[in-house]
């Protein structure tokens, strides 16, 4: 079974510094991969997204992530952190193979976004 | 392009009751999934249905049901309403069945008393 560990809850950066939200997978073979952000009470929207190919994928406002097979991780990263970023981010391993569990997304808890001026 | 619709988007429910929750995927796609998001978790998988059939079931009872329509719709069903279903119902929509990414609706939020 397929699953996802965002280790860290909450984090709290300032405006202007770099970010890395850390995810760690669980699945038998090369996952594909998401991260998603939510503002409160409201739909995911996609950041990024990993299917094969280059280990480094770049998302929308800026936001990179990069697929470490070696350590099962998907961790993302921005290098300038902007007030607007303040959100919850998830990330999902979806399966590749066919199956009962072919179109399926595992989801993290979460990590919190907060951003001081 | 519109993107995923749901309805309603807020829902108060008593205890016993049932609830019906829709979902228009984004025009073209054929996949409609459904998640539950109790908050302060991460989404958990409650359907998949492709080309009107289901293809995937997550761990939840069968007072939960849904279905697709030949238009690629979808309604969740949830009967017997209990205190712990309050939560975000979040309707993703796909082309394909898999590999393939997950496009979410903005949630309908139910609330049971």
């Known amino acids: 079974a397929q699953s996802v560990t965002q280790p860290d809850i909450h984090i709290t950066v300032s405006e202007g510094a770099s970010l890395e939200l850390r995810c760690n997978y669980s699945?038998?073979?090369?996952?594909?991969l998401f991260w998603y952000v939510q503002s409160p009470g409201q739909g995911l929207q996609l950041l990024l997204k990993?299917?094969?190919?280059?280990?480094l994928v770049q998302g929308i406002k800026g936001f990179e992530a990069e697929f470490k097979r070696s350590q099962s991780s998907f961790n993302l990263r921005k290098p300038s952190v902007h007030w607007s970023d303040a959100a919850e981010y998830f990330c999902a391993v979806g399966a590749t193979a066919g199956g009962t569990s072919y179109g399926k997304l595992t989801f993290g808890q979460g990590t919190i976004l907060t951003v001081h001026p | 392009d519109a993107g995923v619709t749901q309805s309603p988007t807020h829902l108060i429910k008593t205890r016993g009751q049932q609830v019906t929750l829709r979902c228009s995927p984004i025009s073209g796609h054929k996949s409609v999934s459904w998640y539950q998001q109790v908050l302060g978790q991460g989404p958990q998988f409650i359907f998949q249905?492709?080309?009107?059939?289901?293809?995937g079931r997550g761990n939840f009872p069968d007072r939960f049901s849904a279905r697709q329509f030949p238009n690629y719709s979808s309604e969740l069903n949830v009967n017997a309403l209990l205190l712990g279903d309050s939560a975000l119902y979040l309707c993703?929509?796909?082309?394909?069945?898999?590999?393939?990414?997950?496009?979410f609706g903005p949630g309908t939020r139910l609330t049971v008393l």
């Open positions: 249905y492709y080309e009107k059939e289901e293809r």
């Open positions: 699945y038998g073979a090369t996952p594909y």
């Open positions: 993703a929509s796909s082309y394909d069945r898999g590999g393939d990414t997950q496009y």
């Open positions: 990993y299917f094969s190919g280059d280990t």
